[in-house]
């Protein structure tokens, strides 16, 4: 069988490699436009639960994958200067960098062709393939070749962030609030390596206006951020990688697939940073439809079916659970004013699926220290 892969990030490549790994005859090319070190963003992370999708499914992958986290169990909410830890399952989290380097080596020497430094504007390279898979990341190319075919959705949420790294090194998965006479702003923080971090910021749309971002250079936003975030960041500055300024795409498609070309990671729906899922989602598409093509014994419209019948559940769910939580940061502005522990409490509860008694169940010692609080102001 011929497949060709276009974009070699955690979906391409990882389908890439499940698949060949699985059938060694099979013929896999992976194109990529930039060259093997080249990446957007810092470190990505993953929830314990996630990661154990992947151990089930991959023992090996997970065991390299493993090697290269940094992990911790908390979360921690930071307002008005007060800390409050939240007692979690777990989070661990990896430079995306360095998941890029693994899985180019593991393809490389499971035989995969990775083709970098080539953008595609056509699949004509691929014509004589049997599965073309485009897993070209949230302005996909070949979503946008057939957009009657896929028919996307693509909404823009209101709030601006900008993905930075910084050498402060955090102790747990933290979201810092902070406010000034523009407005309010949060902070999504967490190390990936002993000595780098990820630093997201996010900010409201008065915010932007307010402070004059829009008008300001990339590295004048960047020094605005280090002053709203000099409490937090230790003396280190802000890291920038292609550190753009934006609204966060919500990207979804009404079909997934055509004939034997197939959607899939960001190309196919984009999750949130604050759920932290998208690679997630990228690895777990990549298991599904390699699973697929064994089930159906590589009988493609059998095998893409069965994909979408796997995937699309848990598509749906993901959105809803994706729109609470973004939409809580959207309001950021109204709370400036909590109480720290209220504002950790909202936060918790934001999806609308966690009670007090799960609550109780998932964060004990926080819901312990959340109800003291309340009893404190009694
Ligand atoms: C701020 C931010 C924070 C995030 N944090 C997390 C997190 O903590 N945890 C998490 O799980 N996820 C996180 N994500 C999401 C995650 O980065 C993506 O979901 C994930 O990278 C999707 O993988 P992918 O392979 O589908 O796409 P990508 O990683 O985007 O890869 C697509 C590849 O296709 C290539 N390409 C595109 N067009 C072409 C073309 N025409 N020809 C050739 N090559 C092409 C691109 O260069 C790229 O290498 C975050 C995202 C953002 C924006």
């Known amino acids: 069988m011929k497949i060709g892969i276009v974009g070699a990030g955690p979906a391409g490549l990882y389908f890439a490699l499940r698949t060949k790994r699985r059938e060694s005859g099979h013929e896999i090319t992976v194109v990529e436009q930039n060259p093997p070190d080249a990446t957007f963003g810092f470190g990505v992370v993953f929830s314990d ?11 090996e992958f997970y065991r390299a994958l493993d090697s290269r986290m940094e992990r911790w169990r908390d979360l921690t909410i930071v307002q008005k200067d007060e800390r409050v830890p939240i007692d979690g399952n777990g989070f661990a989290a990896v430079g995306r960098l360095g998941l890029s380097r693994l ?9 995969v062709t990775i083709e970098f430094n080539t953008r595609l504007s056509s699949l004509d390279q691929f014509a004589g393939c049997d599965l073309i898979v485009g897993a070209d990341g949230v302005n996909s190319m070949v979503r946008e070749l057939l957009p009657d075919t896929f028919g996307p959705r693509i909404g823009y949420l209101t709030n601006w962030f900008a993905w930075y790294g910084t050498r402060q090194v955090f102790d747990t998965l933290t979201l ?3 406010s000034n006479g523009d407005g309010a702003f949060v902070a999504h923080h967490y190390r990936y390596s002993p000595d780098m971090s990820t630093f997201i ?3 409201d749309a ?6 004059g971002l829009e008008a300001m250079s990339d590295d004048e936003r960047q020094a605005y951020c280090e002053e709203v975030f000099a409490p937090d960041l230790g003396g280190h500055g802000l890291i920038a990688n292609h550190s753009v300024w934006r609204r966060f795409p919500v990207v979804a498609n009404e079909r997934w697939t055509h004939e034997n070309i197939v959607l899939m990671g960001d190309a196919l ?4 940073f604050s759920i932290g899922s998208g690679t997630r989602f990228a690895l777990e598409d990549a298991i599904a439809l390699d699973e697929a093509l064994a089930e159906a014994k590589d009988d493609v419209p059998a095998a893409l079916a069965l994909f979408e019948k796997r995937r699309r559940p848990l598509a749906g769910k993901l959105e809803g659970a994706a729109a609470n939580s973004y939409n809580w940061y959207e309001d950021i502005g109204q709370r400036t004013d909590y109480d720290a522990y209220d504002l950790a409490y909202d936060y918790m509860t934001r999806s609308g699926r966690m009670s ?3 609550l109780r169940d998932t964060a004990p010692r926080f819901a312990a220290a959340y109800d003291e609080r309340r009893a404190a102001r009694v």
């Open 49 to 59: 639960q996630a990661l154990e999708k992947v151990r089930q499914a991959d023992p």
């Open 103 to 111: 899985l180019q080596g593991l393809c490389d020497e499971a035989g």
């Open 176 to 178: 810092t609030f902070r």
């Open 201 to 203: 910021v996010e900010l």
């Open 206 to 211: 008065a915010t932007w206006r307010r402070a």
């Open 269 to 272: 729906r984009t999750v949130h």
């Open 356 to 358: 007090d008694a799960r």
